[in-house]
């Protein structure tokens, strides 16, 4: 069976939903797409009749209706339906998620289950544009924000990170089941993920807003938004430990080089001997942590640690010759201020280039 006749499930969970699920539902019987996968992310029992009808729409058609309570979050209602295909499904191309609330047409769906059948080793994600006049404000400026905060962390450039509308081929579905993230912020994860394993293809779709007063998102702006931020803020803080303890354990060995050494070394040779042991030691401990711990980096050890070496030796240097001009330029500012300023500027450009050139890679098989 090749990738134009494979199955492709579509990934639905729901909580809380109103008659636009069954239209959805009805739209995708009509178009021949399917299997449909619902998952009720613990709904009260007043959303029984709709879940009801649901799944009469979508069982004749091979699809199954997962239920269970209290509420979970959308990622483990995501993670639940991954496992139900791996196991029912051992044979699909993979998956394509959506949303319940009628902001993906099945034309957009179909989009989507098209391009992973051209791009079966890639995830797919179904983009919406945020330049219309139409579109809310806090919409606007929450993607623009996230995208920008999201490439520098990442590496990666995505135009939509919240985006419901997915198409994941099955051997990544799978590994998704044990990502981390439970609710909103599991998409994000997801894409985190991506790093070093899975390239991304974008494909544009339809933007819709829904205007009826009854319409309502459970995304939580504070909550779930914080949750996004917080996962995105992990791997920048494993940053500045592995810098910061590279720093301590650089002052800890220069200071026992110098007493260690005192007699064996000459006096003139002393201080350049124990900052070069030191710098070796601590780049070497730093080098490691930023490979395994920060940017999981799936490069090859050889070809990073010279790219490393480099970009350490080119950071030393931009550091003495922008510190050394700025002081002649700016004779009354404090060099150490000056030298602050110019080193933290650099640190973050080193996370950025350590990110997209140091650590950027898939491990050869």
């Known amino acids: 069976m090749d990738e134009m006749t494979k199955t492709v499930p579509i990934v639905i969970p729901s909580y809380e939903p109103d008659e636009r699920l069954l239209s959805l539902l009805n739209d995708l019987n009509a178009a021949g797409l399917g299997p449909v996968i619902i998952v009720n992310d613990g709904s009260g029992t007043e959303y029984d009749e709709i879940f009801s009808q649901a799944e009469k729409l979508i069982v004749p058609h091979g699809g199954k209706l997962i239920a269970y309570r209290p509420n979970k979050g959308k990622g483990r209602a995501l993670k639940t339906a991954f496992s139900y295909i791996a196991e029912s499904m051992p044979d699909a191309l993979g ?6 609330d009628g902001q993906h047409t099945p034309g957009c769906i179909t989009s989507i289950i098209n391009k992973l059948r051209e791009e079966p080793d890639k995830l797919i994600l179904g983009v919406r544009s945020f330049d219309g006049e139409d579109i809310p404000w806090k919409s606007r400026f929450g993607n623009n924000l996230t995208v920008k905060v999201f490439s520098y962390v ?9 985006t419901g509308l997915r198409g994941l ?3 990544f579905m799978k590994d998704m089941i044990n990502c981390k993230g439970e609710r909103f912020e599991y998409e994000t994860q997801m894409l985190l993920e ?15 807003y829904d205007s009826k007063e009854n319409h309502q998102t459970h995304f ?41 050494f005192k007699g064996l070394v000459p006096d003139s040779y002393l201080i350049q001997f124990s900052t070069v042991c030191a710098r070796i030691i601590s780049a070497t401990y730093n080098y490691t ?16 640690l010279v790219k ?30 000056i030298k602050c300023i110019i080193d933290t500027l650099l640190f973050l450009l080193s996370y950025s280039i350590q990110q997209r050139f140091v650590f950027a890679g898939k491990k050869k098989a």
Do not use: H
């Not at 998956?95 to 319940?100: I, L, Q």
């Not at 990442?154 to 919240?162: E, L």
């Open 95 to 100: 998956c394509v998620t959506a949303d319940s």
């Open 154 to 162: 990442s590496g990666t450039k995505v135009s939509d990170t919240q």
């Open 194 to 208: 991506c790093t070093g394993r899975i390239k991304i293809t974008e494909v544009p779709i339809e933007t819709v």
């Open 308 to 337: 490393y070496a480099a970009l350490a030796f080119v950071q030393m240097q931009a550091s003495a010759w922008s510190v050394a001009g700025i002081c002649f330029l700016l004779p009354m500012v404090s060099k150490t201020l």
């Open 169 to 171: 081929p099955f051997d």
């Open 220 to 260: 939580d702006p504070f909550k779930d938004s914080i949750r996004i931020y917080r996962i995105l803020g992990k791997k920048f803080i494993k940053y500045i430990f592995a810098s910061l303890t590279s720093f301590v354990i650089d002052i800890i060995l220069f200071t026992v080089f110098n007493r260690l």
């Open 289 to 304: 942590v930023n490979y395994f711990m920060v940017f999981r980096s799936r490069a090859g050890k050889a070809t990073s």
